[in-house]
C-alpha cells in the first residue's frame, strides 16, 4: 500500500494535467515553485516533530523522574511557544509585507539549532533546563516556519485557490508526519531493546521483556540511581539521540525549500468586487 500511496500522487498530477475537465487545483498552482517549496517545507517540519517528539513524553517521565503534570509542561512548550511566537511573527509581517527573508535565514537555522543541541541534551547526565532550551528554539523556528509556508501558499494562489492550497500543505504535513512517526518507531525497535539490554546488571537481566514491553510504568518501578534504572535511562538516551539525528537531518531540505519561495509583498490590494 505504501507503493501504491507513492504512485498516486505522480498520477494525481497527470490526470489534473491532460484528463481532468475541471481540475481539482489549478495546474498553474499545481507547478508553482512557492507552492512545491511550502508543501515540502511542511513535510519537514511535521516529519521533524514526529521523529523526536514520538516517545519524548515516556523519555522525560522515566529519565528525569517528573510527576505527569510536569511532564505534560514539558511536551506542551513546543505548542505554546510556538502560538506565543506566531502573534510576533504576524506583527513582523505587517509591518515589513515581507515573510521569506525571515523564514530562510531566522526560521530555518533556529529550527535546525534546536533540534541538533537535542542530540547533545538528550541525556540522563545533562540538566533538563539545556532540554527547555531546545524546546524552545523549536518552538520559535517551528512557529517561524508554519505561518511562513501557509503565507506562501495563500500569496501564490488567486482568492477561488487558497482553500485548495491550504488543504494541499495540510496533506504535505500529514505525508511527512507519517514518515517521521514510522522513523521513529524504527529507531526505537531497533536501538532501545539492544541497549537496554546490554546495559542491563546481571540481577535483572531475566526481566529484560518486562521492563521493556511494560514501558514507562514498568521502568519507573525501579528507584533513580539503581543500576537496573540507570541501564534504562541509558538505553532512552541511546535511542533519543538517533530519533533526534533524523530530525535534524531532515531540516536540511528546508533551506532549498524555503528559498525556492517567490519574496511576495503581502501588501498587495485585494481584488474589488461586488457580494451578492
Same mark, same amino acid.
Given at each position: ?18 484528463? %481532468? ?68 511573527? @504576524? ?24 533540534? @541538533? ?21 523549536? %518552538? ?32 504535505? @504535513? ?11 518507531? %524504527? ?26 514491553? @511494560? ?20 538505553a532512552w538516551s541511546y535511542s533519543q539521540k538517533y530519533e533526534c539525528i533524523a530530525a535534524c537531518a531532515i531540516v536540511i531540505l528546508a533551506f532549498p525549500a524555503v528559498a525556492m519561495w517567490k519574496n511576495y509583498n503581502v501588501d498587495k490590494q485585494q481584488v474589488k468586487g461586488i457580494v451578492i
Amino acid at each position: 500500500m505504501i507503493v501504491i500511496g507513492i504512485l498516486l500522487f505522480p498520477a494525481f498530477a497527470i490526470w489534473e494535467k491532460y484528463c %481532468a475537465k475541471s481540475p481539482f487545483i489549478k495546474w498553474e498552482l499545481f507547478k508553482n515553485r512557492t507552492v512545491l517549496g511550502a508543501c515540502i517545507v511542511s513535510a519537514v517540519i511535521f516529519f521533524n516533530y514526529f521523529a523526536w517528539n514520538q516517545y519524548y513524553y515516556y523519555y522525560l517521565q522515566v529519565v528525569y523522574n517528573l510527576d505527569t503534570a510536569k511532564t505534560g509542561y514539558m511536551t506542551q512548550i513546543y505548542g505554546v511557544g510556538s502560538t506565543i511566537w506566531g502573534v510576533i511573527f @504576524g506583527i513582523w509581517i505587517r509591518q515589513t509585507k515581507h515573510f521569506k527573508n525571515i523564514c530562510l535565514f531566522f526560521g530555518v537555522p533556529l529550527f535546525m539549532l534546536g533540534a @541538533g543541541l537535542m542530540i547533545h541534551f538528550r541525556g540522563a547526565d545533562s540538566k533538563i533546563g539545556y532540554l527547555i532550551m531546545c524546546q524552545i528554539f523549536i %518552538a520559535f523556528g517551528g512557529g517561524t516556519l508554519v505561518i511562513g509556508d501557509e503565507m506562501a501558499v495563500m500569496a501564490a494562489a488567486d482568492r477561488e485557490g487558497i482553500p485548495m492550497m491550504i488543504a494541499l500543505i495540510s496533506l504535505a @504535513g500529514s505525508v511527512g508526519g507519517s514518515i517521521g512517526y514510522a522513523v521513529a518507531v %524504527a529507531i526505537y525497535s531497533n536501538t532501545f531493546p539492544e541497549a537496554l539490554l546490554n546495559a542491563l546488571p546481571d540481577e535483572t537481566k531475566a526481566d529484560f521483556a518486562t521492563i521493556y514491553l @511494560g514501558g514507562s510504568t514498568a521502568q519507573l518501578i525501579y528507584p533513580p540511581g539503581s543500576a537496573t534504572r540507570d541501564a534504562i535511562n541509558h538505553a532512552w538516551s541511546y535511542s533519543q539521540k538517533y530519533e533526534c539525528i533524523a530530525a535534524c537531518a531532515i531540516v536540511i531540505l528546508a533551506f532549498p525549500a524555503v528559498a525556492m519561495w517567490k519574496n511576495y509583498n503581502v501588501d498587495k490590494q485585494q481584488v474589488k468586487g461586488i457580494v451578492i
